[in-house]
């Protein structure tokens, strides 16, 4: 097998011995998983009848992740022209649109491209190491500590440190093999590394990661075979859902916060789930900052930042250089989107006239126990309705959670069941993985399209519940 050097044109290097792509003479279907860009190239090529399916909502995949270190936005013409082929050659694109083997073959098609790219593997002798994330996650936002250990320097960690190390963090490049970024063109990696030393970067070629304690107290074998000690990293950051958003499972943030405090880390929470279904006190589960969507409690679109004022005046904000560098409008971009801001008010206070009290914040807490009381015993209902239903399974703790109800039925896509709810009943369920992809992953739902979900508000009542269990039995018997 010849490597494959350029994502743009495969051909790249070997024009001579590679014949080009000829037409099909006779187009046959064919179903290509993956766009990027070897999916996209695939589809385009040789005239068949192709339609391409997607797990996220846009093509070019990891070349989105490449087009993000400096000096590489240029990457993204490459998937963009990819598409563009694509689309040109009458591919049909079906984005969010992950594929299991029910899927494809619902497609009938006579061949399958199988184009889903690679997976980052973090090695095993991480696993201790607080906040060891992939290199790809950083790229795709995920916040890093004020000193990162990047472990590896090949092309992709030598540009993760780049990006770093221009947002301001202390950055160490530990590589086994005596270069960096060995695997890149030769001009440009002249150029990076250029770059990465005046930045400042802690190159360490040569040196052999030994292991990593649960201290994060790094050792390496240096290039000249002496163990070598090596804290170059952190953890500041400990970022934890409150409620999962597919399962309903209630986390114990205040346990959590607790363990933060002990490590000196601040505490994150996504509170998007809980919003709806409890009444949220951030001093009592010890946030520092707390994140959620008025949307979900009956308010408009906008988004929800609570951030502990110490953390607020402290961070460093990235701001045009009119915005003012104090809170709140160092996180704000101009003019805010007042008519949203103005749908959180009613949305607390039709909450609040759900309960009793002399204050607002009384009738609040009182608002969403009745709230949790009536879902509850709805979802109840359902709980019981459902646990005896053959190839039913129910996925819960055994814990506190929210009133949603995720379930699988063998044999059928989640996205099949919620059209027949919807179809011959009249119930809206979502299908997916709600943005739980670890879990759906872990519990192995990825492959068949994720879960059923179900949900309740305060205004459901017993006969939709009731309703809901026999439409699921009668789904279910076929
Ligand atoms: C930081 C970084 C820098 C890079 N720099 C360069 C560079 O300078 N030059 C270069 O040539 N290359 C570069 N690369 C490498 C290049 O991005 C990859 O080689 C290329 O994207 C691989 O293409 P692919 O189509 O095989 O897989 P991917 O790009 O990984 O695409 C796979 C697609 O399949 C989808 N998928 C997965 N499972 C399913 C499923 N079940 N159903 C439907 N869809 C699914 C994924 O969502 C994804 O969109 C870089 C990569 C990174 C991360």
């Known amino acids: 097998m010849i490597p494959i050097t350029c994502a743009l044109n495969p051909l790249s290097g070997r024009e001579a011995s590679m014949p080009a792509v000829p037409k099909a003479e006779t187009p046959r279907r ?12 695939a589809a385009a090529e040789r005239g068949h009848e192709v339609i391409l399916l997607e797990r996220s909502d846009r093509h070019g995949g990891q070349i989105n992740l490449a087009a993000v270190p400096p000096h590489k936005d240029n990457l993204r013409f490459i998937s963009d022209y990819l598409y563009r082929k694509a689309q040109r050659a009458g591919v049909a694109f079906r984005f969010s649109c992950g594929a299991t083997p029910e899927s494809v073959r619902e497609l009938s098609p006579d061949a399958v491209i199988v184009a889903t790219g690679s997976l980052p593997v973090i090695p095993r002798f991480c696993a201790s190491a607080a906040g060891a994330v992939p290199a790809q996650d950083i790229l795709s936002g995920a916040e890093a500590g004020e000193n990162v250990l990047v472990l590896g320097g090949g092309l992709i960690g030598c540009e993760t440190a780049e990006y770093l190390a221009t947002r301001g963090r202390s950055v160490t490049v530990v590589e086994m093999l005596p270069q960096l970024a060995k695997d890149m063109e030769w001009c440009a990696r002249v150029l990076l590394l250029r770059r990465m030393a005046s930045l400042g970067i802690n190159l360490r070629p040569g040196n052999e990661i030994l292991s990593i304690g649960a201290d994060n107290a790094v050792t390496v074998r240096n290039e000249k075979g002496r163990e070598d000690p090596l804290s170059c990293f952190d953890t500041l950051v400990v970022a934890v859902g409150y409620a999962s958003n597919a399962v309903g499972t209630i986390n114990d943030v205040a346990r959590i916060s607790r363990r933060c405090r002990e490590v000196g880390a601040l505490l994150s929470v996504d509170a998007v789930h809980i919003a709806p279904h409890k009444a949220i006190d951030m001093d009592a589960i010890g946030a520092d900052m707390l994140f959620c969507s008025a949307y979900k409690f009956f308010g408009g679109h906008i ?11 402290a961070l460093d904000t990235y701001r045009l250089h009119p915005a003012p560098s104090t809170a709140p409008g160092k996180l704000e971009t101009g003019t805010q989107s007042h008519e949203a801001i103005a749908s959180i008010v009613p949305a607390v206070d039709f909450i609040a006239g759900l309960g009793t009290g002399s204050t607002r914040r ?52 989640p996205g099949d069941v919620c059209r027949k709810l919807c179809d011959r009943y009249g119930i809206f369920a979502a299908d997916g993985d709600y943005y739980a992809e670890t879990l759906a992953h872990r519990v ?15 205004y459901n009542t017993e006969e939709e519940a009731e309703l809901l269990v026999r439409a699921v039995r009668e789904i279910a018997a076929g």
């Open 30 to 41: 064919v179903a290509v998983v993956g766009a990027g860009p070897a999916g996209l190239m």
């Open 444 to 458: 192995g739902v990825d492959r068949i399209g994720g879960w059923v979900r179900v949900g309740f508000a305060p």
């Open 362 to 413: 009384e009738r609040l807490v009182s608002g969403f126990e009745r709230i949790e009381r009536h879902e509850n015993g709805l979802a109840d209902i359902i709980r019981q309705g459902l646990a005896d239903v053959p190839n039913l399974k129910l996925y819960q703790s055994e814990g506190p959670k929210t009133a949603t109800v995720a379930f699988t039925l063998e044999g059928r896509q």
């Open 303 to 313: 988004g929800i930042a609570a951030v502990r004022k110490s953390v607020f005046e």
